[in-house]
């Protein structure tokens, strides 16, 4: 089954330590890839998204996300965290004949003054 | 703000009632998607829409149906609710097929 999974449900950093939230897929086709952040009773925002060219994509924030298909990862990193970054963060997927996006099951960020 | 209006923000009601959960995708956009987000099962996508036809079914219980009329808003309903059913429940929208979806900020429904 195609799928998404986020590893880790809980991450905790420093105030302005590197964050790294882990995104794997499992595919035969090439997916489009996402990554989204909820902050507390709010809707889903779109941080960024892979769909083809390069493989390390840029977004809001500060977030930037690496598509390796030989790890069949998605990585979203951001160098230094802030205490506004503390949120939950889906990695989501899209497949070619499934129209609807797939979602990991969400890593909670803790960013500690 | 994406542009996707969800209402309503809040409902409370009781087991066995039904609801409508409404929703007005951006501007432009044909598909809408409805997602459920829950403690124990994360975000469940249960039926999509694409210019007034259904396109693509998820989790969807047969309590649950929805439509999206020729002005392209949604509704979703939820009937002969159950405690289990108490969720956030999240519309989306895109502008076409493997794009990106937009959010609402979502109803929370509380069945007591």
């Known amino acids: 089954a195609q799928s998404v999974t986020q590893l880790g449900s809980h991450v905790s950093v420093s105030e302005g330590a590197l964050v790294l939230l882990r995104c794997n897929y499992s595919?035969?086709?090439?997916?489009?890839l996402f990554w989204y952040v909820q902050y507390p009773n709010q809707g889903l925002q779109l941080l960024l998204k892979?769909?083809?060219?390069?493989?390390l994509v840029k977004g809001i924030n500060g977030f930037e996300a690496e598509f390796k298909k030989s790890e069949t990862s998605f990585h979203l990193t951001k160098p230094s965290a802030h205490m506004s970054d503390a949120a939950e963060y889906f990695c989501?997927?899209?497949?070619?004949?499934?129209?609807?996006?797939?979602f990991g099951s969400g890593t909670r960020l803790q960013v500690q003054p | 703000d994406s542009g996707v209006t969800q209402t309503p923000k809040h409902l409370i009601t009781a087991t066995g009632q039904r609801v409508t959960l409404r929703c007005s995708p951006r501007?432009?956009?044909?598909?809408v998607y409805w997602y459920q987000q829950s403690l124990d099962q994360g975000l469940q996508f249960l039926i999509q829409y694409y210019n007034g036809e259904e396109r693509a079914k998820g989790n969807i219980l047969e309590r649950f149906s929805a439509q999206q009329f020729p002005d392209l808003h949604s509704e979703l309903n939820l009937s002969s609710l159950e405690l289990g059913d108490s969720a956030l429940y999240f519309c989306?929208?895109?502008?076409?097929?493997?794009?990106?979806?937009?959010f609402g900020q979502g109803t929370r429904l509380t069945v007591v």
């Open positions: 989501a997927v899209s497949y070619t004949g499934r129209r609807a996006l797939t």
């Open positions: 989306a929208s895109s502008p076409k097929v493997r794009a990106e979806a937009f």
């Open positions: 892979y769909t083809t060219g390069a493989t």
């Open positions: 595919s035969s086709v090439p997916p489009y």
């Open positions: 501007s432009g956009d044909l598909s």
